[in-house]
Nanobody, 114 residues
Framework: QVQLVESGGGLVQPGGSLTLSCAAS????????MRWYRQVPGKERDLVAT????????NYADSVKDRFTISRDNAKNTVYLQMNSLKPEDTAVYYC???????WGQGTQVTVSS
């Protein structure tokens, strides 16, 4: 059974930083690309960042480029999203995703506010 568990969200002031984690289990994590998405109420879930199975092939949405960094540790079956210079418009629920079974985590709330 595929399981993705996000953590690390919270309340942060504009300009601050957070690191999200997504712990994966139930599949061969090292064989699959991973993605981070985010969603605000009433809007579609948007792709934020992608990373290849071995850690290459990183891509970012234009809105987060140069501020967010996706990474992974295949020994720990975990993917990360380092978020710097956070803006109020980054406020959303952040989800990790694996194409294995098109599986999603439960999401973690990130709120950027003073």
């Amino acid at each position: 059974q595929v399981q993705l568990v996000e953590s690390g969200g919270g309340l942060v002031q504009p300009g601050g930083s957070l690191t999200l984690s997504c712990a994966a289990s139930g599949f061969r994590f090292s064989l699959y690309a991973m993605r981070w998405y985010r969603q605000v109420p009433g809007k579609e879930r948007d792709l934020v960042a992608t990373i290849g199975s071995a850690g290459g092939g990183r891509n970012y949405a234009d809105s987060v480029k140069d501020r967010f960094t996706i990474s992974r540790d295949n020994a720990k079956n975990t993917v990360y999203l380092q978020m710097n210079s956070l803006k109020p418009e980054d406020t959303a629920v952040y989800y990790c995703y694996t194409p294995y079974g098109s599986s999603w985590g439960q999401g973690t709330q990130v709120t950027v506010s003073s």
